[in-house]
């Protein structure tokens, strides 16, 4: 007995006929997201004003003197520019300095040089971690899913599961979870 599994779009509830014409969003920040990330899928076409409808936005951190954290604060450019009242924004940011990077300790350098994990490796690749998941790492997962998942429950981690849409997404395993009939929600 087959499988057929039906795909929609995420925004429209629209039928998709062709998986070719389905674009994946990955939801960075939205108010109404709680535990990070999130990806979607809609229809090309549906997106077509999505360009038309971005807006410019800036990104600034506030300084303030007696608070031991930066505060972040995202606005649009217009409305970033309008504070500028001596010169024009573009003419203020010209004449700027480069913001200064703080540099950790040397010693502290060198411990997280040493302690820097190559997840991209096969004794390595499909480690928990909270760290982003790389094309490398997503390859080695692929190519070696089954070696890797007898490592992992030999050392008693969690093992990576084909049924388990973070999982599958987080690895790039669509395909192979699409071969063998397991369906995503």
């Known amino acids: 007995m087959g499988q057929k599994i039906i795909r929609f779009s995420d925004l429209t509830g629209e039928h998709v006929e062709n998986d070719d014409d389905l674009v994946r969003i990955v939801v960075h920040r939205h108010p109404d997201l709680a535990d990070g990330p999130v990806e979607i899928e809609a229809l090309a076409g549906e997106l077509a004003a999505v360009e038309e409808l971005a807006l410019d936005l800036v990104t600034i951190e ?12 995202v606005m649009e450019a217009g409305a970033f ?22 540099v ?15 997840y991209a490796s096969l004794e390595n690749a499909g480690r928990p971690h909270k760290g982003r998941t790389t094309d490398a790492e997503k390859q080695v997962v692929q190519q070696h899913l089954e070696e890797i ?6 050392e008693g981690v969690r093992t990576i599961d084909l049924a388990n849409s973070e999982h599958v997404s987080r690895y790039g395993l669509e395909a192979l979870a699409r071969a063998i009939g397991v369906t995503q929600d």
Do not use: C, F, I, W
């Not at 300084?63 to 505060?71: I, L, M």
């Not at 520019?81 to 703080?102: F, I, N, Q, T, Y």
């Open 62 to 73: 506030l300084h303030v003197p007696g608070s031991d954290e930066p505060r972040t604060v």
């Open 149 to 154: 998942n007898e490592r992992l429950a030999t």
């Open 104 to 118: 950790p300790s040397q010693s502290a350098a060198s411990l997280a040089v040493k302690e820097k994990v190559n």
């Open 81 to 102: 520019d309008r504070l500028a009242s001596a010169a024009p924004m573009a003419e203020v940011l010209r004449g700027a300095k480069p913001a200064a990077r703080s």
